[in-house]
């Protein structure tokens, strides 16, 4: 059995951001067992999962991606679109667009410490949308 | 309900490609609501979501990927399948050898600048193996 | 139809390990068509598939994730938890906390290559959890 569910986040400032009750706010009661898959249809964002409790992890994310993946180097061919553009579609490309979280009693089934990351890339991102599908 | 799906794609050079439409056209017609899983057979290529319109944002995928895992490190030891093989398996593991997209309404619900990236990570890579599997 | 099955994984060194045959101990037969979802439910590891017959490629996959996330950065400000924990939640979030593996004729289609892998990117990281879903 398949249910699909559709959200439309807030606009979220560059940076790395927990969603996790947000997403939960978006569905009914889980199924017993299953899988829950969060989408986002974005190219220059991303969905991860991790460190839920100490706000200084996502400081630093937002920093070591600034390193892996830096602005305005020199042979960078797209850049019409700003210099936050092409790194952001990058970084999107290295965390993912979706992330699968199992369902195990009525419940999402992370670990203690996991929660869902908005990885917003751009300078002004906007709104972004998600598409929530779960299959039990 | 599962249905699975097998697609041999043609060897690809070296680079980011879109494949949006040969994975399309070898699925029949979707389910109205559903995920399509779709999944690499190989360790030196991947799949990714990306934007699909701008050629440039592919040839600087290329670039910024040769950046994050360059070849002839000193310190890489497995060395006797080329320089471009042991960063092959890295650049592989980080854009991830599945995406998972969700079907609404009997089409594939992409975003309007997503499309599916083949990341062909070898000089000649050859033809790649990719298993689709839609559930709904 | 959806069956879940848990995993606790003993401690692995730091390092990329393979666990195939350890998460397929973990389950009963496989059904004939579908999809397993291995799930770590941790922050600070990870999963991936890539190669899985020399040993060598998970020897350069400690190197170069080390050069891509080094530790003792300035730049760190969540520091408390030790000089190796703040990159293994960056190297979590690149690799990702699961893989998705079609299943065909009641096995895992994967490629000759391709196997799992358990990223542990903490020093000392201890017994890993791992939820394993199947749909078919």
Same mark, same amino acid.
């Given at each position: 059995?398949?249910? +699909? ?17 947000? $997403?939960? !706010? !978006? &569905?009914? !009661? ?6 829950m898959h969060v #989408? /986002?249809?974005?190219?220059? !964002? ?11 992890? *996502?400081?630093? #994310? ?6 892996? $993946? ?24 290295? $965390?993912?667009?979706s &992330?699968s /979280?199992?369902?195990? *009693? ?7 410490? +996991? ?6 890339? *751009?300078? *002004? ?8 599908t779960?299959?039990?």
């Amino acid at each position: 059995m398949v249910q +699909q569910y559709f959200l439309r986040l807030p606009s979220y400032p560059r940076g790395f951001h927990l969603i996790t009750s947000e $997403v939960l !706010a !978006a &569905v009914p !009661a889980l199924p017993d067992t299953g899988v829950m898959h969060v #989408f /986002i249809q974005h190219t220059s !964002a991303g969905l991860s999962l991790n460190e839920n409790a100490d706000p200084s992890v *996502r400081v630093d #994310f937002e920093r070591i991606f600034n390193k892996l $993946v830096p602005e305005n180097q020199p042979y960078y061919t797209h850049t019409l679109e700003g210099s936050d553009d092409m790194p952001s579609h990058v970084k999107s490309s290295l $965390v993912g667009a979706s &992330v699968s /979280i199992p369902i195990t *009693r009525g419940r999402l089934n992370l670990g203690t410490w +996991q929660g869902i990351y908005l990885c917003e890339f *751009r300078n *002004r991102g906007g709104s972004r949308k998600l598409v929530i599908t779960i299959y039990s």
